[in-house]
């Protein structure tokens, strides 16, 4: 397999994964319960929770190091928008970190012996989902300075390069100001769709890197 196949199939993998995941995962996780109540659940579903959780981690490494190898593929001295394309790959990269450090903080909550020595499972959840608002800004910058790279190269299509620095910044702008967000609607719905797009444009992505290594 290709790099490029490689790559684009990562792209596509991801976003489905993580339907999957949003499908079976445990409920009364949602935002509104507390931490606590979060981490009961867990607890209470913890086979499934151990397998959601191991299926969130690839889902958001296959998309966030997908977009870091398709953001590399585009450098080059003689490219335009390479520096763009560069920058977009750090971020990427950044973001799979910052997934990693997430799932180790999310797996302790099945340890008991981390447990009995005095760890605390809810603190531990909520550092967790504060690290994972980062991850989104940080990939919503990468999704922005990409769609301008793949715009200004036109090497897969620039409308859909144009698209996808659109929900890029929408990203960007909805996990930036999260104070904003709470107080203005408008705020919430930019947040919202940039989520939404999100996923769809990486499939897209996806599609067009694997036709074009076919195409090779």
């Given amino acids: 397999m290709g790099s490029k196949m490689l790559t684009g199939s990562m792209l596509v993998i991801g976003p489905i994964l993580a339907i999957i995941m949003i499908i079976i995962e445990p409920g009364g996780t949602t935002d509104e319960s ?3 109540v979060q981490v009961q659940n867990l607890l209470d579903s913890s086979t499934l929770g151990g397998i959601t959780g191991v299926g969130w981690t690839w889902a958001l490494l296959s998309v966030t190091i997908g977009t870091a190898y398709l953001a590399r593929s585009m450098q080059g001295e003689q490219k335009p928008g390479s520096d763009l394309a560069g920058l977009a ?13 997430t799932s180790g903080l999310n797996t302790v909550l099945y340890d008991s012996g981390w447990t009995d020595q005095g760890g605390d499972a809810a603190t531990s959840l909520a550092i967790g989902e504060a690290a994972f608002r980062g991850m989104f800004m940080f990939t919503g910058a990468a999704n922005l300075l990409l769609g301008i790279a793949i715009f200004r190269q036109k090497n897969l299509n620039h409308i859909v390069g144009i ?8 990203l960007l702008i909805g996990w930036l100001l999260p104070s904003v967000i709470h107080e203005n609607e ?4 930019i947040g919202f769709i940039g989520f939404l797009g999100w996923p769809v444009m990486t499939v897209v992505l996806g599609i067009l890197t694997i036709r074009q290594a076919r195409a090779e």
């Fill in 89 to 101: 790959a750090v971020l990427a990269f950044l973001s799979a970190g910052i997934v990693a450090v």
């Fill in 186 to 189: 408008v705020f919430g719905l």
């Fill in 163 to 170: 698209i996808t620095g659109l929900f890029g910044a929408l």
């Fill in 34 to 36: 507390s931490f606590s």
